[in-house]
């Protein structure tokens, strides 16, 4: 960077790119656990998954963002998906692989994938 033109492009660029988001009551969620033990248990690749395949797919009505510790850090990296209308699913030892899954199996085609779930990791 050498100039202050620059800066200030690259944070019109960034700007730009976090106004992606745009709350409303319609759009799904999904929000990931990023506190130190999510991120130590390796929360930012899983994030970083979600945002690449929700852009990939043109994902308009679906936020991804990010929390601090949701409590159940011995299952971490943890995914909260919200579904207006619809109960929270709770996604648990998520990695990049099985974060695509979820983008494609309930992000798209609304099918909750149980086996990835608190419900299915406590059994």
Do not use: W
Not at 6 to 19: D, F, I, Q, T
Not at 57 to 70: D, E, F, K, N, P
Not at 91 to 119: C, R, S
């Amino acid at each position: 960077m050498k100039s202050l033109a620059e800066l200030a492009e690259l944070r019109e660029k960034m700007k730009a790119s976090v106004n992606l988001r745009h709350d409303s009551a319609d759009d799904v969620r999904v929000v990931v656990g990023m506190a130190t033990c999510g991120i130590a248990a390796g929360a930012r690749p899983v994030l970083a998954k979600f945002v690449e395949e929700v852009e990939k797919r043109q994902l308009s009505h679906v936020m991804v963002t990010q929390t601090g510790c949701i409590g159940i850090c011995k299952l971490e990296p943890v995914v909260e998906v919200y579904v207006p209308g619809q109960e929270k699913v709770t996604y648990v030892k998520m990695t990049p692989e099985k974060a695509a899954k979820v983008v494609t199996d309930h992000l798209v085609n609304g099918q909750v994938v149980t086996e990835y779930t608190i419900g299915a990791a406590q059994q």
